[in-house]
């Protein structure tokens, strides 16, 4: 199977073509922000990179949140576009799940894993797993301070409010995993959760409104 995927639900971009788990080509770029002019031309590039075409590709794999609002909707409104268009299969995954699957068994050998993913207020969107990288709890968003009341230790923490979190739980191990979602994870859950049937659906994972003020009538 040739996976597209791709993620732009934090703070990076990342796009990554795999045939049957073989990566063909894959770009990550850090970035605050320009997602909307970068993930396109990445995909182009990266497709054009790995020598397939869109009449080669048989899914496409895309993170659904937790994230900025932002660049969730960036990255799903090009994943439902590009499915429409090419009739392809589109499988979602969850930011959290991406960062966890790229951590190492090693890491996480006695430990909890905290996925952090840094929302950009006060509190973290986080969630933990077990060392078999099984959830423990759905994400959620928390406030730092709160986390070791919630999950037992000893800690290893990923994602990119990985770092705040640590302030929080100054024992715990940081990962030595990139932070943001790498799309070469995001294309092997894809094509995993797309062959169990367990596929998320191309729709936001929101854990908190927007930080939109509506005009008053």
């Known amino acids: 199977m040739n996976v597209l995927a791709f993620d732009c639900s934090t703070s990076s971009c990342s796009a990554a073509v795999l045939a049957d788990d073989k990566v063909l ?21 990266t497709l054009a990179e790995a020598g397939l075409t869109w009449a080669e590709i048989n899914l496409i794999g895309v993170t659904v949140g937790p994230g900025t609002f932002t660049g969730l909707r960036i990255g799903l409104a090009a994943a439902r576009g590009m499915a429409l268009a090419s009739g392809l299969p589109l499988a979602g995954v969850t930011t959290c799940e991406a960062v966890a699957h790229a951590t190492s068994a090693a890491e996480r050998q006695g430990r909890t894993l905290v996925v952090a993913v ?34 037992a230790g000893p800690f290893l923490l990923a994602g990119c409010g990985a770092a705040r979190l640590a302030e929080a739980l100054p024992e715990a191990v940081l ?18 959760r797309w062959a169990e049937g367990r596929a998320l659906p191309p729709l936001p994972l929101y854990l908190r409104p927007p930080d939109v003020t509506l005009p008053s009538c």
Do not use: H, T
Not at 29 to 35: F, K, P
Not at 122 to 133: E, K, R
Not at 175 to 187: I, K, N, Q, T
């Open 118 to 151: 840094d929302g950009k207020r006060a509190d973290l969107f986080i969630q933990p797993f077990n060392a078999d990288l099984q959830p423990l709890a759905e994400a959620d968003a928390v406030m730092p301070e709160a986390v070791g009341a919630l999950v």
């Open 25 to 45: 080509a894959w770009r990550q770029v850090a970035m605050a922000r320009g997602q909307a002019e970068v993930l396109l031309p990445m995909i182009v590039e």
């Open 175 to 192: 990962s030595a995993a990139c932070g943001a979602p790498d799309a070469r994870v995001v294309a092997r859950l894809a094509a995993r």
